[in-house]
């Protein structure tokens, strides 16, 4: 069974960058698609950025330009380097392997001045 754990949120001032990690266990995420996800308050998950096996991203509008997807197989990780943070950026951010229906505990970002 696959695990997911995120990490590297926090509290940044507008304009600054993060860059959020997703470390697998117990599965290669190289055999999978990936995405992350983000929730804010009161509001409905969105899917904020993709990756396929192949490599091929995707992004979501409000995001693209900014937001970048990797992923480093021999670490089994993806990550989401987010660049220009604003404030509506503030979030909870999953990662997620919707193969597996696998999704992480969540780490909060936080844009604020």
């Known amino acids: 069974q696959v695990q997911l754990v995120e990490s590297g949120g926090g509290l940044v001032q507008p304009g600054r960058s993060l860059k959020l990690s997703c470390v697998g266990s117990?599965?290669?995420?190289?055999?999978?698609?990936m995405n992350w996800y983000r929730q804010a308050s009161g509001e409905q998950r969105e899917l904020v950025a993709s990756?396929?096996?192949?490599?091929?991203?995707n992004y979501a509008d409000s995001v693209k330009g900014r937001f970048t997807i990797s992923r480093v197989n021999a670490k089994n990780t993806v990550y989401l380097q987010m660049n220009n943070l604003k404030p509506e950026d503030t979030a909870v951010y999953y990662c997620?392997?919707?193969?597996?229906?696998?999704w992480g505990q969540g780490t909060q970002v936080t844009v604020s001045s």
């Open positions: 997620n392997l919707p193969r597996l229906d696998a």
């Open positions: 117990g599965s290669a995420l190289l055999a999978y698609d």
């Open positions: 990756i396929k096996r192949a490599g091929t991203t």
